[in-house]
Each structure stands twice: as C-alpha cells, then as structure tokens.
C-alpha cells in the first residue's frame, strides 16, 4: 500500500484522511442532543459550555482515529487486503510516529477544553472526560485492546450514547433527567451500529488478525440482525420521550424510511467495498435522527 514518492499527497490529503471525517457525526450528535435537551427542560442558555463541549467530543474523535491509524498499523491488523478505506499509517503516507504525536497533540487540545468544562461541570464531567481519555487510548492500545473483544459496540453505545448525552445535558443543568438518559440509550445504537458494519466489512481480515470482534461471536447472519436491532430500537423510545412530556421528539420518526432502507440493504446482503457505503450512510443516520430529536424537544 507504501505508493511512490513522486505520487505522494499533500499534507492536507494526509491528515484529512487520517482524522476520519466521516465518523466525526458521531460524536457531533449526542452533544447536540443533550444540549437542546436540557434547554428544552429549562436549563439556562450555555453557549460556551456547549460549543466547548461539542469541540472537545470531536477532538477525542480525531484523537482516537489517528491513534488507531497508527496502532492498528503496529500491531499488523492493516492487512493488504483489508477492504475499508486507506490508513495513512498502512499506507506509507505518513509514519506511525508522526500519526502518534499527531494523536497526542489533539489529546491534549481536548484535555485543556476538558480543564474548563471541569470548572464548569465539577465531578460528574471530570468522570466523564477521563474515562472517555482513557476509553480512547485503550481501544486500539494496551495489551488487550477493546478493538479485538467483542465490547467495542458496547463501548460505543456507553460513549457516543449513554455519557455524551448524559454529560452534554448537565453542563446546561448541572444534573441530569431520566429523558437525557433515555435519548443516550437511543442514541447510542445507531453509532454501535456503525462500528458494527465496520467490522462485518472486515470480518476475515480481523480473524486472521487475531481480532475476535462482536461480528466474529455471532457470525456475518447473526452481526447482520444485530444492525437491524441497533437501527431500528430508537424508535421504541421515542414514545417514552413523548410520554415524558417532549411531544416533539415524534419528528425523529421522520428518520423512519431511511432506517429502514439500510437495514433492509444490509439484510439482503450487502457486502464487500459496498459496506463502506453503508457505513457512512448509518453515520448520517445516526446524525439525523440527532438532530430531529434535537429540533423536535424543542419545538
């Protein structure tokens, strides 16, 4: 995958690839969420608050693929025949010591966001931030990475769901109502979706590279049902929002047909290069379903 010299892209091409762009959504749409949330219950207008924390979210997005980029490379899991898009790493683009210092510079632009959003938010979001560091770095590193357990979507739906609704809700309320829960539930699992089509994509490569993934315990059939339950559960609860007084979080249901869609696409046996594209299309679902709850609990 190391191409010539002469043919070897700018640094913009480097470093555009190699933060991921499109699972940046991910971590963009619970903050957003959590945050129209908690303004729709009553919480005061933060916006320093609230863009800090949407900016530190992506910052430990990047830093997490450029850290994987590299790691991944290290450990000999970028196989030539991998089917997911390049990694600069494998690719001879970039070294894995730059890849790894890149990495750690974002890390640290997170951190300093981090030491104010701590000021603003106490224990509940230093919790939140250190374990999301720690989550980060032991996902593609260690000696037992989180990349090659079956705990990956688990560990998604806890951080893109679960917490970063959690923790973007109590910096506009300094607490957090069973609804921001429940919208980190939902949001959750269309984001462990997404990893889960990543590793359906790269179910052979990661066996043979010692990676026994949540695709790799339940099989291409199994893996496959389990998008459809990730996909389509949300929409269970938005009829407890509604019941909870957020009527409007009935606008996500506008999201429906897509869901569908992709889950249908994915059950009729999309497979190979076309699970890339099935990949960032859940990602955008993931977003839009985000946003709509974002824009329906406010209404």
Same mark, same amino acid.
């Given at each position: 995958?190391?191409?010539?010299?002469?043919?070897?892209?700018?640094?913009?091409?480097?470093?555009?690839?190699?933060?991921?762009?499109?699972?940046?959504?991910?971590a963009?749409?619970?903050?957003?969420?959590?945050?129209?949330?908690?303004?729709?219950?009553?919480?005061?207008?933060?916006?320093?608050?609230?863009?800090?924390a949407?900016?530190?979210?992506?910052?430990?997005?990047?830093?997490?693929?450029?850290?994987?980029?590299?790691?991944?490379?290290?450990? =000999?899991?970028d196989?030539?025949?991998?089917?997911?898009?390049?990694?600069?790493?494998?690719?001879?683009?970039?070294?894995?010591?730059?890849v790894?210092?890149?990495?750690?510079?974002?890390?640290?632009?997170?951190?300093?966001?981090?030491?104010?959003?701590?000021?603003?938010? =106490?224990w509940?979001i230093?919790?939140?931030?250190?374990?999301?560091?720690?989550?980060?770095?032991a996902?593609?590193?260690?000696?037992?990475?989180?990349s090659?357990?079956?705990?990956?979507?688990?560990?998604?739906?806890?951080?893109?769901?679960?917490?970063?609704?959690?923790?973007?809700?109590?910096l506009?309320?300094?607490?957090?109502?069973?609804t921001?829960?429940?919208?980190g539930?939902?949001? =959750?699992?269309?984001?462990?979706?997404v990893?889960?089509?990543?590793?359906?994509?790269?179910?052979?490569?990661?066996?043979?590279?010692?990676?026994?993934?949540?695709?790799?315990?339940?099989?291409?059939?199994?893996?496959?049902?389990?998008?459809?339950?990730?996909?389509?559960?949300?929409?269970?609860?938005?009829?407890l929002?509604?019941?909870?007084?957020?009527?409007?979080?009935?606008?996500?249901?506008?999201?429906?047909?897509y869901?569908?869609?992709?889950?249908?696409?994915?059950?009729? =046996?999309?497979t190979?290069v076309?699970?890339?594209?099935?990949?960032?299309?859940?990602?955008?679902?993931?977003?839009?379903?985000?946003?709509?709850?974002?824009l329906?609990?406010?209404?």
């Open positions: 995958m190391t191409l010539p010299a002469a043919v070897t892209p700018s640094a913009w091409r480097i470093w555009s690839t190699a933060v991921r762009p499109r699972t940046l959504p991910l963009a749409a619970p903050v957003l969420a959590g945050t129209a949330l908690a303004w729709a219950e009553g919480a005061a207008l933060l916006w320093g608050p609230a863009l800090a949407l900016l530190a979210a992506l910052l430990i997005q990047i830093g997490t693929n450029l850290h994987n980029d590299a790691a991944d490379h290290e450990r =000999g899991n196989l030539p025949d991998r089917l997911g898009p390049l990694r600069v790493t494998a690719a001879g683009w970039a070294s894995a010591r730059a790894h210092f890149a990495a750690r510079a974002v890390f640290a632009l997170a951190l300093l966001l981090g030491l104010y959003l701590v000021a603003v938010g =106490g509940f230093f919790a939140i931030g250190v374990t999301s560091l720690l989550a980060a770095l996902y593609s590193g260690g000696p037992r990475p989180i090659h357990t079956p705990l990956g979507e688990l560990f998604v739906w806890m951080f893109f769901g679960l917490l970063a609704v959690a923790g973007s809700y109590w506009q309320a300094a607490g957090v109502s069973a921001a829960w429940l919208a539930a939902a949001l =959750g699992l269309p984001a462990a979706a990893l889960l089509v990543n590793n359906l994509r790269d179910r052979d490569t990661d066996l043979r590279a010692g990676r026994r993934t949540l695709v790799a315990r339940l099989g291409e059939g199994g893996a496959r049902y389990a998008y459809a339950v990730m996909m389509l559960l949300p929409y269970a609860v938005l009829p929002l509604a019941q909870s007084g957020r009527g409007g979080a009935w606008l996500a249901l506008l999201l429906l047909p869901s569908l869609l992709l889950v249908r696409r994915l059950l009729t =046996g999309t190979g076309a699970l890339n594209r099935q990949l960032a299309q859940t990602a955008q679902a993931a977003l839009g379903f985000a946003l709509l709850l974002a329906g609990v406010l209404y």
